[in-house]
């Protein structure tokens, strides 16, 4: 069936450099992007979202990237820092008659290094 | 203010014995979620609440799990006659529930079985 997939299950950076983080989709029909950041024994915190309308959107530090033609979706983090380490998710929505089409991938952890 | 909250936040039960896992969402919301996550792995969707509207509950893996909403706010999943496969954490997420908002998760309960 289709899904969600990351093509790294790890990444470590130095501290002060740029991390980017990489997901696949497969579905052509996902029409919104979020990605989620889990820090340890907590939930997952909502960091950006981007809709299928654009192919780019930035907040603070962070950037994410939406290329339709090869289903790709990247997060950029800028001067990654210590709590920057966390597991990294991308979700994508596939529009139905239920708000409930969220499909979770199956997470990145990334590792910041001193 | 208030984001969702979650209770227990452990859990520790023996084989065969049924458990109550509770969530505040955040007021307002009308969208409810349960995902279940295993040690290392994505989210896994277990059941969906929408208003008053008949839950999704096929993310449900057995019969042994159920939910319930009361009044439009808390939900409770009740996992009878636990199985060691159970041991997990067990998220929750509100949404406004008008279409595809970001979903937003309380910091889970995590259920050990022995």
């Known amino acids: 069936g289709e899904s969600v997939g990351l093509h790294l299950p790890t990444l470590s950076v130095q501290e002060g450099d740029n991390s980017i983080i990489n997901c696949a989709y497969s579905?052509?029909?996902?029409?919104?992007f979020i990605w989620y950041k889990q820090e340890s024994g907590k939930g997952p915190q909502f960091i950006i979202d981007?809709?299928?309308?654009?192919d780019k959107r930035q907040g603070q530090r962070v950037t994410v990237l939406l290329n339709k033609t090869v289903k790709h979706l990247s997060l950029q983090i800028a001067a990654t820092q210590p709590g920057d380490s966390a597991v990294y998710f991308c979700a994508e929505n596939i529009p139905s008659g239920s708000a409930r089409q969220l499909t979770f991938g199956s997470g990145t952890q990334l590792t910041v290094l001193p | 203010g208030a984001g969702v909250s979650q209770s227990p936040s452990n859990k520790v039960t023996e084989k065969g014995k049924d458990v109550e896992l509770r969530c505040d969402p955040i007021?307002?919301?009308?969208?409810l979620y349960w995902y279940r996550q295993s040690l290392g792995q994505g989210l896994e969707f277990l059941i969906y609440?929408?208003?008053?509207?008949?839950?999704?509950k096929s993310g449900l893996p057995s019969d042994r799990f159920s939910a319930e909403r009361t009044g439009g706010s808390v939900s409770t999943l009740t996992i009878q006659r636990t199985q060691q496969e159970d041991s997990a954490v067990y998220l929750c997420?509100?949404?406004?529930?008008?279409?595809?908002?970001?979903?937003?998760f309380g910091p889970g309960t995590r259920l050990l079985v022995l």
């Open positions: 981007i809709r299928s309308n654009m």
């Open positions: 579905n052509s029909a996902s029409d919104y």
């Open positions: 007021s307002g919301h009308t969208a």
């Open positions: 609440f929408q208003g008053n509207s008949a839950p999704d």
């Open positions: 997420a509100s949404s406004k529930g008008q279409g595809r908002e970001t979903q937003y």
